[in-house]
């Protein structure tokens, strides 16, 4: 029984090493609002198990995108709230996010305001050999349905209000990407490097269809720029803790339960 019970402590550290190395690694999330008739929200970042921000945004708008902050990997929690509401206050809209080590995410605010909805998009970090990569984030209320071109050619022919489209691959060259709606167009000219991955996002202007690019990577599987995340409000968040004393400690009492019960089983016994 004591050999098992050493065994069964010997084994903790390689368990506890297993799912150590499941949360280790540097991930990277970037937070936008994406809803046109949304009045401007504080957006709030939190890790699992912590209940101080890790990162918080104050008064993003409608079109705003935040550049990629570099987190630890593991489980976090994305709150909107009002513009100006108190932090402990009850969040408009809330979603969970795992972010995985090397891997980049956008938490955007998206839809209507009657249906606003917080959509977790896994970013591609990497590209074909040679390509670059586009995808296309349909943020325009007014124009509820566009057809979004690249250099003349189709890329997504219905691109929908609230959609988020595949990557595509296309060769770099500086590109003209429009979206084309029933009452107005919209245009920017992108210098697309290989390797490079972009999100274009269309979005209602003061005038009409927007397009704004963002830059997902800067090169095939280059991690998204992006500074430690400190100074934003909020201190930095801890995980589920470990396991290891706890064990420790249950396995020493197991031990000295064992090693007492055969202590007593090998006492002589004694005539009354």
């Known amino acids: ?17 297993s799912a150590s190395s499941a949360t280790t690694g540097t991930g990277w999330i970037r937070l936008a609002h994406l809803s046109p008739d949304t009045p401007p929200v504080d957006v709030y970042l939190y890790s699992f198990g912590n209940s101080n921000a890790q990162i918080v945004l104050h008064h993003v708008a409608y079109g705003t995108v935040s550049p990629y902050e570099a987190v630890t990997a593991g489980d976090y929690t994305v709150a909107m709230r009002a513009a100006g509401a108190s932090s402990s206050s009850q969040p408009v809209i809330s979603t969970s996010v795992t972010i ?8 955007a605010g998206m839809g209507p305001k009657s249906g606003l909805r917080l959509q977790v998009l896994n970013d591609d970090l990497t590209t074909p050999a040679g390509k670059a990569e586009i995808r296309v984030i ?13 250099g003349g ?43 490079t991955v972009h999100s274009e996002v269309v ?17 095939a599987g280059t991690p998204p720029t992006g500074g430690v995340t400190t100074g934003f409000g909020g201190t930095a968040g801890h995980g589920p803790g470990s396991p290891v004393p706890w064990l ?14 055969l202590r007593l089983r090998r006492r002589p016994t004694t005539g009354i």
């Open 248 to 261: 420790a400690v249950i396995g020493a009492g197991v031990l000295i339960t064992l090693a007492g019960g």
């Open 203 to 219: 979005l209602d202007g003061s005038n009409g269809l927007e397009v704004v690019s963002l830059l997902d990577a800067a090169g």
């Open 1 to 17: 029984m004591l050999l098992a019970a050493l065994a069964l402590l010997l084994g903790i550290p390689a368990v506890a090493a």
């Open 153 to 195: 050619q189709t890329i997504v022919p219905k691109a929908t209000f609230a959609s988020v489209s595949s990557y595509a691959a296309i060769p770099p060259g500086n590109w003209t990407m429009a979206a084309i709606g029933s009452g107005s167009t919209g245009t920017t000219v992108v210098p697309v490097a290989a390797g």
């Open 100 to 107: 995985k080590a090397d891997h980049a995410y956008t938490v």
């Open 138 to 150: 349909q943020a325009s209320l007014k124009e509820q349905t566009v057809k979004f071109t690249c």
